[in-house]
């Protein structure tokens, strides 16, 4: 996962002011979000004690039509650090002007995944969680987020790898102004390092405390951690990788541009080997003068790319093989959403970490489960399989297209923390309160100062306005006999893809 060699480049964070920021790309995210002339909108009124007070750009008093849009542009003329969110300008609330239940139409349900967030807080369900348990997740952080009356806080403990931290922060406040008075006070630690921290060992035995609560990236069957949206979703500024949502639409285009049946009938992978022993097992499947497992991989020097401008890794140009493998690194990876976006059947080695939406993938249904103690057979296998079963491979390979590109699309990704902090939030046995070493956070102090990447990443991801639509509704838990089935029948798959391996092997060594 941690992609070495960049190291924290391109990091310097100018206060010099930058007037009349010009706003990109804010034009084609708002069609998509914006009222129409049948939504009555207003915005709300201004925050009352709060230190800036709510406006827009049009007239506040005013329903809103089509023509009246509402969007809010950053104000970076107080470059000073400590006053600069000041000049922000975005509406504390935002409400139907005349809600009418009975033509309101109802909110659309949430994907499944979204039911693991039951699962991820079910550790605190009987306790609750109190500012001690908050304080010990502090002991790894890299940060606190607090956000108390519509404002968030940010507290620094140490810096993360890259830019983790800032585009996480980022993503919070983008939620803020996505959904402006719907998001309640909370007090969270959020640790940016890859593997999880807290060991399911907290739980043993029924005096034992609870185990502080910690957000990150991922977790496996062994921890705890609360799983977040990483930062990729609002851009990889090291290695050039944009915000989800133009990369996904630049993915969508770029599968028209090759039909899976005229793609190389082969397994692709290009990546980091030398993070993970996996992957440095994984070259051994690469075709040579005596093998060919069906596999053609590729080691990714990021050092090369970044003085090439990374002309090599456009992702959507690397969609033109019927196969692509995803292997874990040091943890999970950010690359599987990009490679199941591919219309390419994912060959997936076993992982054992989820990030926060993996858990909805399905075996054969989403994508072919790889072994990971037995890659190459594996991989010769699924690529044999394929090719002999061109139509149901094909078909594999669009659902976890779909999946990302339906289940995953930015709207979801904002509803998931939306839904998780809720329920986070309503979990906390104290009112958070601001710590009194952290600072103010808004969108203007964290991109008016922003260079390079970083800053084009911050406009391609900003959240232009308050969403006129109020977020999916969050499905009910698991009860523990679905949970089990569900479990069960990802099991079932896998083995089946084991029996067939086995079946095939053993068919070979009959006839050479
Ligand atoms: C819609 O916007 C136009 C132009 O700003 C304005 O003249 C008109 O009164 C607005 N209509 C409503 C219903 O607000
Ligand atoms: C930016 O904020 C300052 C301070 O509130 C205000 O005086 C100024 O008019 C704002 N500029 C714009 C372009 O909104
Ligand atoms: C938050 O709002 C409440 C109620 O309006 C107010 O009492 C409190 O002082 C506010 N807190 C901050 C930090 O603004
Ligand atoms: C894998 O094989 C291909 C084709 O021979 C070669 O171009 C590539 O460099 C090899 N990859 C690795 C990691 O050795």
Redo the contacts with the bound molecule.
């Keep these: 996962m941690r992609e070495p060699g960049l190291g924290k480049n391109n990091l310097g964070r100018s206060s010099v002011a930058i007037l009349f920021l010009v706003l990109l790309c804010i034009g084609a995210f708002l069609t998509t979000h914006l009222l129409d ?1 049948s939504s ?1 909108l207003i915005p709300g009124s201004s925050r009352q004690g709060s230190t800036f007070s709510a406006k827009t750009s ?1 007239t506040p008093e ?7 849009k509402l969007e809010f542009q950053l104000n970076c003329s107080l470059g000073d650090e400590t006053r600069i969110c000041l000049g922000s300008y975005y509406p504390s609330k935002f409400m139907l002007q005349n809600p009418d239940p009975s033509s309101s139409t109802p909110q659309s349900m949430c994907p499944d995944y979204f039911r693991w967030i039951h699962e991820d807080l079910s550790p605190w369900r009987e306790t609750g969680i109190t500012e001690e348990m908050v304080r010990m997740a502090g002991r790894t952080a890299n940060f606190r987020f607090v956000v108390v009356n519509g404002t968030a806080y940010l507290e620094t403990f140490d810096r993360s790898f890259q830019t983790r931290d800032v585009f996480s922060q980022w993503g919070i406040l983008q939620l803020l102004r996505r959904y402006p008075g719907k998001i309640p006070d909370l007090d969270l630690m959020f640790d940016c390092d890859d593997s999880p921290v807290v060991r399911k060992e907290f739980q043993r035995g029924p005096d034992a405390p609870p185990p502080p609560p910690v957000f990150r990236y991922c977790k496996d069957d062994a921890t705890l951690d609360i799983v977040f949206p990483d930062w990729s979703f609002w851009g990889w500024a090291e290695i050039d990788t944009r915000p989800w949502a133009p990369l996904l639409k630049e993915m969508k285009d770029g599968n028209k541009r090759s039909k899976w049946k005229d793609r190389k009938p082969y397994a692709y992978w290009k990546g980091n080997p030398h993070v993970a022993e996996g992957r440095v097992d994984l070259l051994k499947c690469n075709v040579s003068d005596k093998e060919d497992w069906n596999a053609r991989l590729y080691v990714q020097d990021w050092n090369k790319e970044q003085e090439q401008g990374y002309k090599e890794s456009v992702l959507a140009d690397q969609c033109v093989h019927r196969y692509k493998i995803y292997i874990e690194g040091s943890a999970w990876s950010v690359s599987q959403k990009n490679i199941l976006a591919c219309d390419s059947v994912t060959l997936l080695v076993k992982p054992q970490y989820y990030e926060f939406f993996s858990r909805g993938l399905m075996p054969l249904q989403h994508y072919w489960p790889i072994r990971a103690d037995d890659k190459c057979r594996s991989i010769k296998h699924a690529v044999e399989w394929g090719n002999d079963n061109e139509k149901q491979a094909e078909e594999i390979g669009k659902a976890g297209s779909s999946f990302v590109q339906e289940e995953l699309k930015m709207d979801y990704v904002y509803d998931y923390m939306f839904h998780l902090l809720s329920q986070y939030a309503k979990l906390l046995k104290y009112k958070p309160s601001i710590p009194p070493k952290a600072i103010e956070l808004c969108s203007e102090s964290m991109a008016c100062p922003a260079q390079a990447l970083e800053k084009k990443f911050m406009m391609e991801s900003m959240v232009g306005g308050p969403s006129s639509e109020a977020p999916c509704t969050m499905p009910p838990p698991y009860d523990p006999a679905a949970l089990h089935s569900i479990l069960e029948e990802k099991q079932n798959s896998i083995q089946l893809v084991e029996e067939w391996e086995k079946q095939h092997g053993d068919g070979e060594r009959k006839h050479p």
């Design positions: 002339s009555n049009k005013e329903p809103l039509n089509q023509s009246n």
